[in-house]
Antibody
Framework: EVQLVESGGGLVKPGGSLRLSCAAS????????MNWVRQAPGKGLEWVSS????????YYADSVKGRFTISRDNAKNSLYLQMNSLRAEDTAVYYC??????????????WGQGTLVTVSS | SSELTQDPAVSVALGQTVRITCQGD??????ASWYQQKPGQAPVLVIY???NRPSGIPDRFSGSSSGNTASLTITGAQAEDEADYYC???????????FGGGTKLTVL
């Protein structure tokens, strides 16, 4: 059974940092591109970042570029999101999601349960 | 990055057919995927590619595309289909992913 389990969320002050993790199981993690998607309270889905299977291709939404860093450790079946210089508008549930297509067509077939990040003083 | 536009809300009578649309320039190059999200839950992929359903998704869900518009059709809507629906695709550059703003479906 495919499982994605996020962790690392919590309350952080503006300007602070947080590192999210996503533990994957039930599939060959190293064969799939992975993504972070967030959802602010009461709002829609917003793509944050993607990383290819071998980490060769990494992309960020303009809203987080220069502040967030996506990475992965295929040996540990884990995906990460280092978030620096956090702002109130980064408050959201953060989901990790698997892209089912080798061509990274943004077909996200499995999602974690999400981890809540709250940025507030 | 480009944008995808969805109607904020749509309603359908129980057992009737409803179409939810998604518009954007990127849809001329890429198919949209569609996700269902119920309150407090993670999104679930319901349609991807030209018109493909993941395992476990009822066949009352179907997808289509024409020009810059993608559509999700629910034929014979059920009470359990009441949810938020989001489309997404790669943007025109291929480097970003874009989501539509979501459509809240009410089943009357």
């Amino acid at each position: 059974e495919v499982q994605l389990v996020e962790s690392g969320g919590g309350l952080v002050k503006p300007g602070g940092s947080l590192r999210l993790s996503c533990a994957a199981s039930g599939f060959t993690f190293s064969s799939y591109s992975m993504n972070w998607v967030r959802q602010a309270p009461g709002k829609g889905l917003e793509w944050v970042s993607s990383i290819s299977s071998s980490s060769s291709y990494i992309y960020y939404a303009d809203s987080v570029k220069g502040r967030f860093t996506i990475s992965r450790d295929n040996a540990k079946n884990s995906l990460y999101l280092q978030m620096n210089s956090l702002r109130a508008e980064d408050t959201a549930v953060y989901y990790c999601a698997r892209d089912m297509t080798p061509q990274q067509l943004a077909d996200f077939d499995y999602w974690g349960q999400g981890t809540l990040v709250t940025v507030s003083s | 990055s480009s944008e995808l536009t969805q109607d904020p809300a749509v309603s359908v009578a129980l057992g009737q057919t409803v179409r939810i649309t998604c518009q954007g320039d990127s849809l001329r190059s890429y198919y949209a995927s569609w996700y269902q999200q119920k309150p407090g839950q993670a999104p679930v992929l319901v349609i991807y590619g030209k018109n493909n359903r993941p395992s476990g998704i009822p066949d009352r869900f179907s997808g289509s595309s024409s020009g810059n518009t993608a559509s999700l059709t629910i034929t014979g809507a059920q009470a359990e289909d009441e949810a938020d629906y989001y489309c997404n695709s790669r943007d025109s550059s291929g480097n970003y992913v874009v989501f539509g703003g979501g459509t809240k479906l009410t089943v009357l």
